[in-house]
């Protein structure tokens, strides 16, 4: 089960919007509703950000929406700030091996 | 609100084992599957496996199946990453998270990074 592909980085200035794909195959994020988010600070653990494709849990900004089509899956981050600025992974579960994440992308907030 | 706190950081020789734990509190521990997470230094997340508390039902990663063993004590609450024999190749972060009822990793441990080294 190979990782599912993300973007390196991706970067914007604040205010504006972004959006982080996540490209599996009809196994995992075209075969599931279940793609979730995760952010990542320097030195810090993963946080859930979006789970089931498109729902924030409680505590986290309405400014991160998620959507999918087809096999990709796709982060909106918008009204971008400088605590944007972290790593973030997608993750999907598929048939094969229960759970697959993504490569990861870096954001910078210019 | 649930918490998951690991054991602290190891450093290791090679062939040497490793056991590292993972707690969890404030939340009914046996019914939620806990998950093993590796980040290899400046490197993305990978998933090992996943253990169901309750009645210790383990799934394992491919990649990892056969180097390390998941285990957990459900009166402790405590889940358990053990390796028999590391290599230079497990230095990484390792963590826990509990895998919640909509198939994401809701929680998750602070880390514990382990080091092998000669």
């Known amino acids: 089960q190979s990782a599912l592909t993300q973007p390196a980085s991706v970067s914007g200035s604040p205010g504006q919007s972004i959006t982080i794909s996540c490209t599996g195959t009809s196994s995992d994020v075209g075969g599931y509703n279940y793609v979730s988010w995760y952010q990542q600070h320097p030195g810090k653990a993963p946080k859930l950000m979006i789970y089931?494709?498109?729902n924030r849990p409680s505590g986290v900004s309405n400014r991160f929406s998620g959507s999918k089509s087809g096999n990709t899956a796709s982060l909106t981050i918008s009204g971008l700030q400088a605590e944007d600025e972290a790593d973030y992974y997608c993750s999907s579960y598929t048939s094969s091996t229960f759970y697959v994440f993504g490569t990861g992308t870096k954001v910078t907030v210019l | 609100e649930e918490q998951l706190v690991q054991s602290g950081a190891e450093v290791k020789k090679p062939g040497e084992s490793l056991k590292i734990s993972c707690k969890g509190s404030?939340?009914?521990?046996?019914?939620?599957?806990i998950a093993w997470v590796r980040q290899k230094p400046g490197e993305g997340l990978e998933w090992m496996g996943i253990i169901y508390p309750g009645d210790s039902d383990t799934r394992y990663s491919p990649s990892f199946q056969g180097h390390v063993t998941l285990s957990v004590d459900k009166f402790t609450s405590t889940a358990y990453l053990q390796w028999s024999s590391l290599k230079a190749s497990d230095t990484a972060m390792y963590y826990c998270?509990?895998?919640?009822?909509?198939?994401?990793?809701?929680?998750w441990g602070q880390g514990t990074l382990v080091t092998v080294s000669s």
């Open positions: 998270a509990s895998l919640n009822s909509t198939r994401a990793f809701g929680n």
């Open positions: 404030r939340y009914r521990f046996t019914s939620y599957w």
């Open positions: 089931e494709v498109s």
